[in-house]
C-alpha cells in the first residue's frame, strides 16, 4: 500500500470518530458566529443532509510535488445505474474539461457517482466510473455508461503533468463515501486546489426550507479553485487583507509574494443535492442559481475559470426500464420552486467559505505555497462589524 493509500485510510479513520486534526484546528463560517442568509441547515450543514447521499475522498500527498485527489459524490446507496436520478447541469463558464454533461442535460438524469478530480485526471476518472459502474451486481449486460466527471487545476501546488491518478483511487473514493459529516479542506479533489489566493479545497453546507415552503433540504458541496475578490457574508475581506484581482492596477502598493500568481485563472466545480421533487427542467434552473452564491464571494467568472454545476434530486428515481411506457411523478409546481433556489444560493455561499476556512497552508510543487486563510485577522473583522 502505498503512502498516499495510508494517509486517506487515517483521514477515513478519524473522520468516522467525528473529527480529523484539520477539523478541530480550523473553524467553519457558523463557528465564528457568521450566519450566511435566512434559512437554517441541516443536521451537519452539509451536502448529506440529503437523505441517502454519501461523499467519499481519496488524498494523494506524495514526496513535494503530488499534491491531489479525488473526490466521490453519491447519490444513493443503490444501485444508481439502476436507479438513475434526475439531474440537471450548468456550465456558467465551460473553460473546462467537465465529462459527461452533454447526456445529462439531454436525457435529464444521473447514472453514476460524481467524481471531482485534477484536470488531467478527467480521461482516467472516466475510465474508472465506467469500470467501477460494470462491475455493480446486476449491470451484467450494460454496455453504454455515462460517467460524470469535473476538474479543477491542481498544477500549482501539484505536479500535475505525473498524471498521479490512477482507477483504483476513483475506485477507493466511491467505495469510502459515507453519509454525516463531510471533510473539508485539503482532502480529495481540493488537496492542491487555491481560492481568492488562498489555499482552497473542497467545502459543503446545506439548507433545509421551512415545513411552510416544503421543507425540504438542499445541499451543496465545492471545489475551490478560483480567484477574484473575496467577500465574506457582505464584508469586503480580499480587499481589507490586500488580495484581490489586479490589485497591481488600482492601488497605488503592491504585494509581490507568489500569491497573485497562484490566483490567475481557476475553477470551480459545485455539486448540488436535493429531496425537492424537481423535473430536470427545474433542476437546471437551480443550477444557474448556484452560480449567484460563488457571485456572493467575490468570484466573477474570470476568462479561464471553469465552472460548472450539476444538480441532483433524489426523488422521482428512474428504475431502469421497470416503470413501463410511462412513468408517473411528482413534481414540484414552477410557482413553488423560489425557496429552492434561495437555499441553493445561501448553501453554495457558505460552501465556498468552508472551503477555504478549513483549508490549512500547504507547500507543494517546485516549492509553491498556499496559505491557509488568516482566521485571526477574519474574527477582528466580524468583532469590530459587530461593535
Same mark, same amino acid.
Given at each position: 500500500?502505498s503512502r498516499?493509500?495510508i494517509?486517506?485510510?487515517?483521514a477515513?479513520s478519524?473522520?468516522?470518530?467525528g473529527?480529523?486534526?484539520?477539523?478541530?484546528?480550523?473553524p467553519r463560517l457558523r463557528?465564528?458566529?457568521?450566519?450566511?442568509?435566512?434559512?437554517?441547515? %441541516?443536521?451537519?450543514n452539509?451536502i448529506?443532509?440529503?437523505?441517502?447521499?454519501?461523499v467519499?475522498?481519496t488524498?494523494?500527498v506524495?514526496g513535494d510535488?503530488?499534491?491531489? %485527489?479525488?473526490?466521490?459524490? /453519491?447519490?444513493?446507496?443503490?444501485?444508481?445505474?439502476k436507479e438513475?436520478?434526475?439531474a440537471?447541469?450548468?456550465?456558467?463558464?465551460a !473553460?473546462?474539461?467537465?465529462a %459527461?454533461?452533454?447526456q445529462?442535460?439531454e436525457?435529464?438524469?444521473?447514472?453514476?457517482?460524481?467524481?471531482?478530480t485534477?484536470?488531467?485526471?478527467v480521461g482516467?476518472a472516466?475510465q474508472?466510473? /465506467?469500470?467501477?459502474?460494470?462491475?455493480?451486481?446486476?449491470?451484467?449486460?450494460v454496455?453504454s455508461?455515462?460517467a460524470v466527471?469535473g476538474?479543477?487545476?491542481?498544477g500549482y501546488l501539484?505536479?500535475i503533468?505525473?498524471?498521479t491518478?490512477?482507477? @483504483?483511487?476513483v475506485?477507493?473514493?466511491?467505495?469510502?463515501?459515507r453519509s454525516?459529516?463531510?471533510?473539508?479542506g485539503?482532502v480529495?479533489a481540493?488537496?492542491?486546489?487555491?481560492a481568492f489566493?488562498?489555499k482552497?479545497?473542497?467545502?459543503?453546507?446545506s439548507r433545509?426550507?421551512?415545513?411552510?415552503l416544503?421543507? !425540504?433540504?438542499v445541499?451543496a458541496?465545492?471545489?475551490?479553485?478560483?480567484?477574484g475578490?473575496?467577500?465574506?457574508?457582505?464584508?469586503?475581506v480580499?480587499?481589507?487583507?490586500?488580495?484581490y484581482y !489586479?490589485?497591481e492596477?488600482?492601488s497605488?502598493?503592491?504585494?509581490?509574494?507568489e500569491?497573485?500568481?497562484a490566483?490567475e %485563472?481557476g475553477?470551480?466545480m459545485?455539486v448540488l443535492?436535493t429531496?425537492a421533487?424537481?423535473?430536470?427542467?427545474n433542476? @437546471?434552473?437551480m443550477?444557474?442559481r448556484a452560480v449567484?452564491?460563488?457571485?456572493?464571494t467575490g468570484?466573477?467568472?474570470?476568462?479561464?475559470s471553469?465552472?460548472?454545476?450539476?444538480?441532483f434530486s433524489?426523488r422521482n428515481?428512474?428504475?431502469?426500464g421497470r416503470?413501463g411506457?410511462t412513468?408517473?411523478?411528482?413534481?414540484?409546481r414552477?410557482?413553488?420552486?423560489s425557496?429552492?433556489?434561495?437555499?441553493t444560493?445561501e448553501?453554495?455561499?457558505e460552501?465556498?467559505?468552508?472551503?477555504?476556512?478549513?483549508a490549512?497552508t500547504?507547500?507543494g !510543487?517546485?516549492g509553491?505555497?498556499l496559505?491557509?486563510f488568516?482566521?485571526?485577522?477574519l474574527r477582528r473583522?466580524?468583532?469590530?462589524r459587530?461593535?
Open positions: 500500500m498516499a493509500i494517509l486517506t485510510a487515517a477515513f478519524l473522520l468516522a470518530a473529527a480529523t486534526e484539520q477539523d478541530t484546528a480550523r463557528d465564528l458566529g457568521v450566519t450566511v442568509g435566512i434559512f437554517q441547515p %441541516g443536521a451537519n452539509a448529506t443532509d440529503v437523505a441517502g447521499v454519501r467519499g475522498h488524498t494523494l506524495e510535488s503530488v499534491r491531489t %485527489g479525488v473526490t466521490a459524490v /453519491v447519490p444513493h446507496g443503490g444501485n444508481v445505474f438513475k436520478v434526475p440537471g447541469v450548468f456550465p456558467a463558464n !473553460y473546462g474539461k467537465a %459527461g454533461f452533454l445529462v442535460k436525457l435529464g438524469n444521473i447514472e453514476t457517482p460524481i467524481i471531482l485534477n484536470t488531467l485526471s482516467t472516466v474508472a466510473v /465506467v469500470k467501477w459502474t460494470l462491475d455493480q451486481a446486476g449491470n451484467e449486460n454496455h455508461v455515462n466527471v476538474e479543477t487545476n491542481d501539484n505536479d503533468r505525473r498524471c491518478i490512477t482507477n @483504483e483511487h475506485f477507493r473514493a466511491i467505495d469510502n463515501a454525516g459529516p463531510v471533510e473539508e485539503n480529495g481540493g488537496t492542491g486546489t487555491f489566493a488562498w482552497g479545497g473542497i467545502g459543503t453546507a433545509v426550507l421551512p415545513t411552510s416544503g421543507g !425540504y433540504t445541499g458541496l465545492v471545489q475551490s479553485n478560483f480567484g475578490i473575496l467577500m465574506i457574508d457582505g464584508m469586503h480580499g480587499e481589507a487583507l490586500g488580495q !489586479y490589485r492596477h488600482v497605488p502598493t503592491r504585494n509581490p509574494d500569491k497573485g500568481k490566483q %485563472g475553477s470551480c459545485i443535492a429531496d421533487p424537481l423535473s430536470p427542467r433542476l @437546471e434552473r443550477a444557474k449567484l452564491g460563488l457571485a456572493r468570484s466573477f467568472m474570470p476568462n479561464g471553469g465552472d460548472f454545476v450539476i444538480a433524489t428515481k428512474i428504475l431502469d416503470q411506457r412513468a408517473r411523478v411528482e413534481q414540484l414552477n410557482e413553488s420552486v425557496p429552492v433556489f434561495l437555499a444560493v448553501a453554495v455561499e460552501a465556498v467559505i468552508n472551503s477555504i476556512l478549513k490549512t500547504l507547500t !510543487y517546485k509553491h505555497t496559505e491557509g488568516p482566521v485571526a485577522k473583522m466580524i468583532d469590530k459587530g461593535k
